[in-house]
């Protein structure tokens, strides 16, 4: 996950930002972004914020705003993890507000907000977890209902893991890739959602059990299954995702299960991290 101090981050984003830039919390500006920006969901700014500071180590401070000689403006929220401020980290979440009035979220780490207060929350709580932040809300991690914000053919991802028996383990990850130039030819500019399962159903042990389910989205479009044990949960009613399996699927079921074995050795890998 990538954190920004505030000032690294406005000089970064600002293009250029105007000397006299940066200006009180209760802009116009301001008040715009936090009553007209929505996630994909419905959410507001606020629903989100006061949803999310209930559940992860989230606490807002301060909102801001800075202008570019390109003439957009950004608008930024400034948090931190601990209230009694027992740590320097500060962070900043920062919305673009271009002249047309088109406002999007330019920090890549706080992207998952879009989904909704739910994804946002697993994505800082799992983060918490791999900066080995003390009191972390590991329930959060594991609540079927928070991954409800991924739909497939068959229904939500929560719910087809409620009645498929499966419980979550970790790690878990919702992360927003960017993609870093147009030239780029590995995956970018997309949502990912990673986590491990372990489900109680008849099926291939090494597929169910610390199973990997992963899920991409991109800007506009459907979920999209992208392991194996993913693509049964997405196309087969729930608890019978291995209840047919064709003879020509034997080969891609032992080709899920080393993908399956690399995929979990880079979910440790990235948790380590």
Same mark, same amino acid.
């Given at each position: 996950m990538l954190w920004f101090c505030l000032g690294l981050l406005l000089i970064g984003l600002a293009e250029a930002v105007t000397s006299d830039s940066v200006r009180a919390d209760d802009s116009p500006l301001v008040d715009k972004v936090r009553s007209t920006?929505?996630?994909?969901?419905?959410? *507001?700014v606020e629903q989100i914020i006061s949803?999310?500071?209930?559940?992860? #180590?989230f606490v807002p401070r301060t909102w801001g705003v800075a202008g570019a000689i390109d003439q957009s403006e950004?608008?930024?929220?400034?948090?931190?993890? #601990?209230? &009694?401020?027992?740590? $320097?980290?500060?962070?900043?979440?920062?919305?673009? +507000?271009?002249?047309?009035?088109?406002?999007?979220? +330019?920090?890549?780490?706080?992207?998952?907000? @879009? $989904?909704?207060?739910?994804?946002?929350a697993l994505s800082l709580i799992a983060g918490e977890v791999a900066d080995g932040e003390n009191d972390v809300n590991r329930r959060v991690l594991h609540d079927q209902a928070n991954f409800n914000f991924v739909t497939t053919a068959q229904g939500t991802l929560g =719910? $087809?893991?409620? #009645?498929?028996?499966? *419980?979550? +383990?970790? /790690? %878990?990850?919702v992360d927003y890739l960017p993609? %870093? &130039?147009? =030239?780029? *030819?590995?995956?970018g500019d997309l949502w990912r959602v990673r986590l491990l399962v372990n489900c109680h159903i008849?099926? /291939?042990?090494?597929? *169910?059990?610390?199973?990997?389910?992963?899920?991409?989205?991109? @800007?506009?479009?459907?979920?999209?299954?992208?392991?194996?044990l993913a693509k049964r949960i997405a196309t087969f009613p729930p608890g019978s995702w291995? &209840?047919?399996?064709?003879?020509?699927?034997? &080969?891609?079921?032992?080709?899920?299960?080393?993908?399956s074995a690399n995929e979990r050795g880079e979910q440790f890998r990235g948790a380590a991290h």
């Open positions: 920006w929505r996630a994909q969901d419905g959410e *507001t949803k999310v500071a209930k559940v992860a #180590h950004y608008v930024f929220l400034s948090w931190t993890r #601990h209230q &009694d401020k027992r740590s $320097l980290e500060e962070y900043v979440i920062v919305w673009k +507000v271009v002249p047309d009035g088109t406002i999007r979220i +330019v920090s890549a780490y706080a992207k998952p907000m @879009e $989904l909704g207060w739910r994804a946002f =719910n $087809l893991l409620g #009645h498929g028996r499966c *419980t979550i +383990v970790e /790690p %878990v990850s993609k %870093v &130039d147009e =030239n780029q *030819t590995t995956k008849p099926s /291939p042990r090494y597929l *169910t059990r610390k199973g990997v389910i992963s899920f991409e989205k991109r @800007e506009g479009q459907e979920w999209e299954p992208q392991s194996f291995f &209840d047919h399996i064709e003879p020509d699927e034997r &080969d891609a079921l032992e080709r899920a299960r080393k993908a």
